[in-house]
């Protein structure tokens, strides 16, 4: 076995947004359609829709839940996202409200429930 030297790696702490650490301009949008889509991906999961089903439940194509599924999300808008929740028979909830610190960027937060 070979021997491991005790060497100290930097480490940049991350923002707490992975997609802002790798730099993609549209970090928050993305953020945002990944929490819709685990929510939308556990709804299909605890129902147990086939994606065909669930496909033609959401006026979507079998391709599209795949796509879901797998997170890719290029096709899919924030609103379009929204509107498969409320087929899934979710209610979608918007609450504008003033930011906590003036220093802050504002945030867009989403709760399953």
Do not use: C, H, W
Request: proline fraction near 4%; hydrophobic fraction near 45%.
């Amino acid at each position: 076995m070979a021997k491991v030297r005790n060497r100290t790696v930097p480490v940049d702490p991350g923002s707490g947004n992975v997609f802002v650490d790798l730099g993609f301009a549209d970090a928050g949008e993305r953020t945002t359609k990944v929490a819709l889509v685990v929510e939308i991906n556990r709804i299909l999961k605890a129902t147990g829709l086939t994606q065909a089903a669930a496909a033609k439940l959401l006026g979507v194509n079998q391709p599209k839940i795949s796509a879901l599924a797998n997170y890719r999300l290029d096709g899919f808008s924030v609103e379009r996202l929204m509107g498969f929740l409320t087929a899934l028979g979710r209610d979608v909830e918007i609450t504008v409200r003033a930011r906590r610190s003036a220093r802050t960027p504002g945030r867009i937060m989403i709760a399953g429930g």
